[in-house]
T-cell receptor
Framework: RKEVEQDPGPFNVPEGATVAFNCTYSNSASQSFFWYRQDCRKEPKLLMSVYSSGNEDGRFTAQLNRASQYISLLIRDSKLSDSATYLCVVLPGGYNKLIFGAGTRLAVHP | GAGVSQTPSNKVTEKGKYVELRCDPISGHTALYWYRQSLGQGPEFLIYFQGTGAADDSGLPNDRFFAVRPEGSVSTLKIQRTERGDSAVYLC????????????FGSGTRLTVV
């Protein structure tokens, strides 16, 4: 079983749609959680950190459920520019290496 | 420089050859990481440096892979006797502190072994 699992997609949605991505992780001792965005043939870039209380950044909302070992990302009012791969990322406790999921591809169309 | 610089951006090599990939981190960042990303996959951890020392090399796939950071700044990832399965994008990241925050990735080196 992979340490971080994501639905690979692709999610094809029209502009203005709301879309949600889910991710599960296997290491219950994981201590930090992130969503990264990666454009085609580019490096990953931090989208947002994920906190137990949930956090929001504009149209993006991230949630963490430690009991279920589940992380989510909600994108409201999708824009064409949101088209990218979204990587769920976990920092296992006691380590300094990020563990990446395989990513979920989002395609927003007009 | 302002960001993490990786050279070369692309490298094509023949099976069995030796390659070196270079990473120049953000000035002052003591933590440096190498990752490898295969097509359709997320980045996979290879090695982590804190200063000059390799603090965690558990992700290096075998003894053909080696990395150094002799002065605590620039790092070189070295691959001996390359195999076609080594073809991937090799990403370097640096951060000011440990703990997963403040990572900045370079644009990567796309290695193709033919």
């Amino acid at each position: 079983r992979k340490e971080v699992e994501q639905d690979p997609g692709p999610f094809n949605v029209p502009e203005g749609a709301t879309v949600a991505f889910n991710c599960t992780y296997s290491n219950s001792a994981s201590q930090s959680f992130f969503w990264y965005r990666q454009d085609c043939r580019k490096e990953p870039k931090l989208l947002m950190s994920v906190y137990s209380s949930g956090n929001e950044d504009g149209r993006f909302t991230a949630q963490l459920n430690r009991a279920s070992q589940y992380i989510s990302l909600l994108i409201r009012d999708s824009k064409l520019s949101d088209s990218a791969t979204y990587l769920c990322v976990v920092l296992p406790g006691g380590y300094n290496k990020l563990i990446f999921g395989a990513g979920t591809r989002l395609a927003v169309h007009p | 420089g302002a960001g993490v610089s990786q050279t070369p951006s692309n490298k094509v090599t023949e099976k069995g050859k030796y390659v070196e990939l270079r990473c120049d981190p953000i000035s002052g960042h003591t933590a440096l990481y190498w990752y490898r990303q295969s097509l359709g996959q997320g980045p996979e951890f290879l090695i982590y440096f804190q200063g000059t020392g390799a603090a965690d090399d558990s992700g290096l796939p075998n003894d053909r892979f080696f990395a150094v950071r002799p002065e605590g700044s620039v790092s070189t990832l070295k691959i001996q006797r390359t195999e076609r399965g080594d073809s991937a994008v090799y990403l370097c990241a640096s951060s000011l502190t440990e703990g997963g925050y403040g990572y900045t990735f370079g644009s990567g080196t796309r290695l193709t072994v033919v």
